[in-house]
């Protein structure tokens, strides 16, 4: 151990020299150089302009066009504008969809440029009531800019930026330069690539070959182009640097819509929480790592340059408060990192074997990446990356891929549901990998979600349903893909929870709710799941949760998610190695076919579900629907087809209500007994629809539910 913290020491020490040495790069324009400050710093009014004439010694603001192209070169809405308030006005911007926040820009105070596509279109009042209520397309043109002197060199244009958008409504975010005075520009490069790469909120755009061959340099220009529809851009405090040669980094996950652009890191394991008893040494088959890499520098790293990827893993044990360090640590060779390859390549490798978590047992496993190569590196700050995982004992057995609340609950960050209009179904779950299910005596005993209740008017009782399916990639249409496809699902077990007291639970809050006691269509327990077994545990939300024909955002629940990132997983999930797709949303519009997306929410968002395990210490207080084997009440027989036997038995003389209710909540029969200390009731149900149902026995101290399978 001694020797590789050495390493590790001396690794990071020698990363920190080279960037103490060439840290500071040389600032030819703008802030922190003696020219331009004013002009990036936005101080000073924009040029309107639509003919392609640009100011010269101003920023000009041109109208490319709008209502998708059909009226061009209209400069009097002036897409690009000039504000000292720093945040968009739009109605997508503003209360109660968001608290509007000023661009954290160092020099806000003298304006900041903004293109404020969301206020264009609805004035802060109502979707198309602004001046531009279509899709629109918009240049900043900077004044001329002195290059000279810098022929054949790699630049960087870097400046603060805030983007709130999504690919569905934009098209483009640019930045390209002109040596030229505008006559002809580089190819614009699309910088929401790189909005998360660089600290404090700043974007490094590096334009390595601009200036090549250009003696002229005296007549440069920067332009700053938005394509949208809805949303807003908006920029501060520009500079024109050189480019250093190397800055090798951990990419972070971008705006971009692609497993590379919304990828990080791999996280280990592929969930957040990871039960001791599911974990098979002789199979590493999940257990993999490695990260996003790019080299925002002007010079491309060889295999001769020795660029490395190096993993440590340190283990800390709640129970006694002691952190052990590196009880795990790998190291992988990276070929080539192609310099203006900003998208960046992944690097991924298995672990060499789990030993060190079967060593040290549950806990909480921190897991450090860091990258390194023989030259000096630009800037250590995006060198390296963290995440944990943890895993859990065999007494408290819990599998989560979201984290856990202060409430030692799922972990959410938002609400998250299809949208406003009226719906039939909607499901959202997880895949879960067990590859010793059998062998370990692996039993679902109970899962647990999270639960948004919004400014609510639907009935205060509803029942949503945990489906349990196993996987079979490749068994329906679509070959083997490591992917979750429909009709690779089989349904074999299912639990119900009754969410009640809706509407007196507060506006906007988040709830739990708890499902118990699956099984199967025969009303069989679920039993043991299967050695490499793969799983899909959803929520499932349907009309008759509410009573209705359907259901929307005011009359229903919203399901909780957590942004937990295992966009890089999902590169693993090939048939020859374990399906690790992170979830999955179906869904159906009143009067449409459902719909499936097999990326959920996205990659970086899981549903908040927690799934614990027989045998499971955990205490709470959520009512369940549930079978409790010690308590009062038994129901037999169940399934049924004409009656049910009830059998109460109580230590003294007890006054005990019985009522039968259906899936939905409505009361179907009730019977009120006094001073009974043993019987049995009969309750016929003949004449009731083959489905679920609920038989409560209730008595001043307690109550307790059984689900009954009418056949």
């Known amino acids: 151990?001694?020797?590789?913290?050495?390493?590790?020491?001396?690794?990071?020490?020698?990363?920190?020299?080279?960037?103490?040495?060439?840290?500071?790069?040389?600032?030819?324009?703008?802030?922190?150089?003696?020219?331009?400050?004013?002009?990036?710093?936005?101080?000073?009014?924009?040029?309107?302009?639509?003919?392609?004439?640009?100011?010269?010694?101003?920023?000009?603001?041109?109208?490319?066009?709008?209502?998708?192209?059909?009226?061009?070169?209209?400069?009097?809405?002036?897409?690009?504008?000039r504000s000292t308030l720093g945040h968009s006005k739009g109605l997508y911007s503003s209360p109660p969809y968001y608290t509007p926040?000023?661009?954290?820009?160092?020099?806000?105070?003298?304006?900041?440029?903004?293109?404020?596509?969301?206020?264009?279109?609805?004035?802060?009042?109502?979707?198309?009531?602004?001046?531009?209520?279509?899709?629109?397309?918009?240049?900043?043109?900077?004044?001329?800019?002195?290059?000279?002197?810098?022929?054949?060199?790699?630049?960087?244009?870097k400046f603060f930026s805030q983007y709130i958008g999504n690919g569905t409504y934009t098209n483009e975010l640019s930045v390209s330069i002109s040596t030229d005075d505008g006559l002809t520009w580089n190819t614009p490069f699309d910088y929401r690539i790189l909005q998360n790469e660089d600290v404090a909120g700043f974007i490094s755009v590096p334009m390595p070959n601009v200036t090549t061959g250009v003696t002229n340099l005296t007549q440069c220009r920067i332009r700053f182009t938005f394509d949208t529809y809805y949303y807003y851009a908006s920029i501060d405090d520009i500079s024109i640097e050189v480019a250093p040669n190397y800055d090798i980094a951990i990419g972070k996950s971008t705006y971009v819509n692609s497993i590379l652009g919304k990828g990080d890191i791999v996280r280990?394991?592929?969930?957040?929480?990871?039960?001791?008893?599911?974990?098979?040494?002789?199979?590493?088959?999940?257990?993999?790592?490695?990260?996003?890499?790019?080299?925002?520098?002007?010079?491309?790293?060889?295999?001769?340059?020795?660029?490395?990827?190096?993993?440590?893993?340190?283990?800390?044990?709640?129970?006694?408060?002691?952190?052990?360090?590196?009880?795990?640590?790998?190291?992988?060779?990276?070929?080539?990192?192609?310099?203006g390859n900003y998208e960046g390549i992944v690097s991924i490798q298995y672990l060499k074997n789990v030993d060190f978590i079967l060593n040290h047992g549950a806990g909480e496993y921190r897991v450090t990446y860091w990258v390194t190569h023989q030259h000096s590196d630009a800037f250590s700050y995006n060198d390296t990356a963290y995440h944990a995982f943890n895993i859990t004992s065999t007494s408290a057995s819990y599998l989560s891929k979201a984290g856990r609340s202060t409430d030692n609950r799922v972990d959410y960050s938002r609400r998250y549901f299809p949208g406003n209009g009226e719906y039939t179904h909607f499901e959202w779950g997880s895949a879960f990998y067990f590859p010793k299910g059998q062998s370990n005596n692996i039993e679902i005993d109970s899962v647990d979600f999270r639960y948004f209740i919004p400014s609510y008017n639907g009935p205060d009782s509803q029942i949503l349903i945990v489906n349990v399916y196993t996987i079979d990639d490749g068994s329906g249409a679509t070959a083997a893909n490591?992917?979750?496809?429909?009709?690779?699902?089989?349904?074999?077990?299912?639990?119900?929870?009754?969410?009640?007291?809706?509407?007196?639970?507060?506006?906007?809050?988040?709830?739990?709710?708890?499902?118990?006691?699956?099984?199967?269509?025969?009303?069989?327990?679920?039993?043991?799941?299967?050695?490499?077994?793969?799983?899909?545990?959803?929520?499932?939300?349907?009309?008759?949760?509410?009573?209705?024909?359907?259901?929307?955002?005011?009359?229903?629940?919203?399901?909780?998610?957590?942004?937990?990132?295992?966009?890089?997983?999902?590169?693993?999930?090939?048939?020859?190695?374990?399906?690790?797709?992170?979830?999955?949303?179906?869904?159906?519009?009143?009067?449409?076919?459902?719909?499936?997306?097999?990326?959920?929410?996205?990659?970086?968002?899981?549903?908040?579900?927690?799934?614990?395990?027989?045998?499971?210490?955990?205490?709470?207080?959520?009512?369940?629907?549930?079978?409790?084997?010690?308590?009062?009440?038994?129901?037999?027989?169940?399934?049924?087809?004409?009656?049910i036997n009830i059998q109460v038995d109580f230590e003294a003389p007890t006054n005990v209500e019985y009522i039968l209710t259906d899936a939905v909540g409505r009361v179907l029969k009730t019977m009120h007994l006094t001073q009974v200390t043993s019987e049995v009731q009969t309750i016929n149900i003949e004449q009731f629809p083959a489905g679920i149902y609920f038989l409560t026995a209730k008595t001043a101290q307690e109550s307790t539910t059984k689900q009954v399978i009418k056949q």
Not at 291 to 304: E, R
Not at 315 to 330: G, P
């Open 268 to 339: 280990i394991g592929g969930n957040k929480f990871i039960p001791l008893s599911n974990i098979d040494p002789t199979n590493v088959r999940e257990w993999f790592w490695g990260a996003k890499l790019i080299n925002f520098g002007g010079k491309t790293l060889y295999p001769q340059d020795e660029a490395k990827m190096y993993l440590s893993i340190d283990f800390y044990d709640e129970s006694i408060a002691s952190l052990t360090r590196n009880v795990y640590s790998d190291t992988m060779d990276i070929d080539t990192l192609v310099a």
């Open 482 to 643: 490591g992917a979750i496809d429909t009709d690779e699902l089989t349904l074999v077990a299912e639990g119900y929870v009754q969410l009640t007291g809706l509407t007196s639970k507060a506006p906007n809050s988040y709830h739990v709710g708890t499902a118990t006691n699956f099984v199967d269509a025969t009303g069989s327990p679920l039993g043991k799941l299967n050695d490499n077994g793969m799983y899909f545990i959803s929520v499932l939300q349907t009309p008759a949760s509410g009573g209705g024909a359907s259901f929307n955002y005011d009359n229903a629940i919203s399901l909780a998610g957590q942004d937990q990132n295992y966009v890089l997983n999902k590169l693993m999930s090939t048939p020859d190695s374990v399906l690790i797709y992170p979830s999955r949303v179906t869904e159906a519009i009143l009067g449409q076919t459902p719909s499936s997306y097999g990326w959920g929410y996205g990659l970086d968002v899981v549903p908040s579900i927690g799934i614990y395990f027989a045998p499971d210490s955990t205490i709470t207080t959520i009512s369940k629907v549930a079978m409790n084997e010690n308590t009062f009440l038994s129901v037999s027989p169940n399934p049924t087809t004409k009656e």
């Open 1 to 81: 151990m001694r020797k590789f913290n050495l390493l590790l020491l001396g690794a990071l020490l020698l990363s920190s020299l080279y960037s103490t040495s060439v840290k500071a790069q040389t600032k030819i324009w703008g802030v922190g150089s003696s020219v331009g400050v004013a002009e990036a710093e936005f101080q000073n009014p924009f040029v309107q302009d639509s003919t392609g004439v640009y100011a010269d010694s101003a920023w000009t603001a041109s109208t490319v066009y709008e209502d998708w192209g059909n009226v061009v070169g209209d400069s009097s809405h002036a897409f690009w504008t």
């Open 101 to 157: 926040t000023p661009l954290p820009s160092p020099s806000l105070s003298n304006g900041i440029a903004i293109f404020d596509s969301d206020f264009l279109d609805n004035d802060s009042i109502s979707v198309g009531a602004g001046t531009s209520p279509a899709q629109h397309r918009g240049d900043l043109i900077s004044p001329r800019i002195d290059l000279t002197g810098y022929t054949d060199s790699a630049l960087v244009v």
